[in-house]
């Protein structure tokens, strides 16, 4: 069973940035496509970047030009570099296989003030 740990979350001025890091435990996390998801109060769960293992990468519109996501295999870690941020970035942010196939961590929460 794999797990999925997210940090580095937190407070932030609208503007500033914040660097998530999501590490997997089990042996497939390279052959995966991993997505970023986020899930704001009252809101559905959505996903907002995700990265093949070849490292292509794709964004929700509301993201795209300000997160940038990646991934080092060899320490089954993804990461979302989120410049730029929004009060309407507030949200726990999650990861996961691009289709949700995991369980999900306890996400880490984001919070953009204005």
């Known amino acids: 069973q794999v797990q999925l740990v997210e940090s580095g979350g937190g407070l932030v001025q609208s503007g500033g940035s914040l660097r998530l890091s999501c590490a997997a435990s089990g042996s497939s996390f390279s052959i995966y496509t991993m997505g970023w998801f986020r899930q704001a109060p009252g809101k559905q769960r959505e996903l907002v970047a995700k990265?093949?293992?070849?490292?292509?990468?794709n964004y929700a519109d509301s993201v795209k030009g300000r997160f940038t996501i990646s991934r080092d295999n060899a320490k089954k870690t993804v990461y979302l570099q989120m410049n730029s941020l929004k009060p309407e970035d507030t949200a726990v942010y999650y990861c996961?296989?691009?289709?949700?196939?995991?369980?999900w961590g306890q996400g880490t929460q984001v919070t953009v003030s204005s």
């Open positions: 996961n296989t691009a289709g949700s196939g995991w369980s």
């Open positions: 990265i093949t293992r070849a490292d292509n990468t």
